[in-house]
């Protein structure tokens, strides 16, 4: 049975899509790039920034990238006040499954400015053993951040499985050699998930906890 269980972090525990897109079209205005509808925004969600942009504007300038990530963050992090949330039942179940013995990570296209003021504003920090931001390793699909957390935490990929609304979270997951969960209510259409023969699909957070124990039951 699997010893840790590694989570993207939007659209898969927050539900932070609207916000996500708002911010990205905001900061495209305010640069004079052109408007991008909120379907090409959330196709790119949970990309590192840069290479989110380089998908949302084809032959972007390598000197309007900078300048866009710092819009970005600007509404992300502070202008724009559209509502985010934890989706239903994450607290429980992310202590639920700490109590039972899992070991818990973060896998994120976020940065890591923007990963911690999240864990601040949940509460959540104390659940998880570690976590890797985009700004700080390869972005997705690369597997390179499992294989940091896998390095980190002592465990084999067949220990761990990966957990995540996108595509990206998938490939990342199975270029990493784990297992994957795919998530049904993100940023993703469930169609393009199911490619990656995911060993369950969660239309709600809560049913991993149970997803989980009854796994376990059956293999004891």
Same mark, same amino acid.
């Given at each position: 049975?699997?010893?840790?269980?590694?989570?993207?972090?939007?659209?898969?525990?927050?539900?932070?899509?609207? *916000?996500? &897109? $708002?911010?990205?079209?905001? @900061?495209?205005?305010?640069?004079?790039?052109?408007?991008?509808?909120?379907?090409?925004?959330?196709?790119?969600?949970?990309?590192?920034?840069?290479?989110?942009?380089?998908?949302?504007?084809?032959?972007?300038?390598?000197?309007?990238?900078?300048?866009?990530?710092?819009?970005?963050?600007?509404?992300?992090?502070?202008?724009?006040? +559209?509502? =985010?949330?934890?989706?239903?039942? #994450?607290?429980?179940?992310? $202590?639920?499954?700490?109590?039972?013995?899992? *070991?818990?990570? &973060?896998? =994120?296209?976020? %940065?890591? *400015?923007?990963?911690?003021?999240?864990?601040?504003?949940?509460?959540?920090?104390?659940?998880?053993?570690? %976590?890797?931001? @985009?700004?700080?390793? +390869? $972005?997705?699909?690369?597997?390179?951040?499992?294989?940091?957390?896998?390095?980190?935490?002592?465990?084999?990929?067949?220990? @761990?499985?990966?957990?995540?609304? +996108?595509?990206?979270?998938?490939?990342?997951? #199975?270029?990493?050699?784990?297992? =994957?969960?795919?998530?049904?209510?993100?940023?993703?259409?469930?169609?393009?998930?199911?490619?990656?023969?995911? &060993?369950?699909?969660?239309?709600?957070?809560?049913?991993?906890?149970?997803?989980? +124990?009854?796994? %376990?039951?059956?293999? %004891?």
């Amino acid at each position: 049975m699997y010893k840790l269980l590694i989570f993207d972090w939007d659209g898969t525990i927050i539900d932070s899509a609207a *916000r996500i &897109v $708002s911010s990205m079209q905001k @900061a495209a205005r305010d640069l004079q790039q052109p408007e991008l509808t909120d379907d090409a925004v959330r196709n790119i969600i949970g990309l590192g920034l840069p290479e989110a942009i380089q998908a949302l504007i084809p032959g972007v300038d390598d000197a309007i990238i900078p300048q866009m990530r710092e819009r970005y963050g600007h509404y992300y992090l502070d202008a724009d006040d +559209t509502p =985010t949330a934890l989706f239903a039942g #994450v607290e429980q179940t992310l $202590s639920n499954l700490k109590q039972k013995g899992f *070991r818990l990570a &973060v896998a =994120t296209g976020k %940065s890591r *400015r923007g990963l911690d003021r999240v864990f601040a504003e949940t509460g959540l920090e104390p659940l998880f053993e570690t %976590s890797r931001c @985009a700004d700080e390793t +390869t $972005s997705k699909p690369h597997p390179h951040m499992l294989e940091e957390i896998l390095e980190e935490t002592g465990l084999n990929p067949s220990d @761990a499985v990966m957990i995540g609304d +996108t595509e990206f979270d998938l490939e990342m997951g #199975v270029r990493a050699g784990m297992d =994957t969960i795919a998530v049904s209510y993100g940023a993703h259409h469930i169609d393009r998930l199911l490619p990656y023969k995911p &060993v369950l699909v969660m239309h709600q957070f809560a049913e991993l906890e149970h997803w989980l +124990t009854e796994t %376990s039951l059956n293999r %004891s």
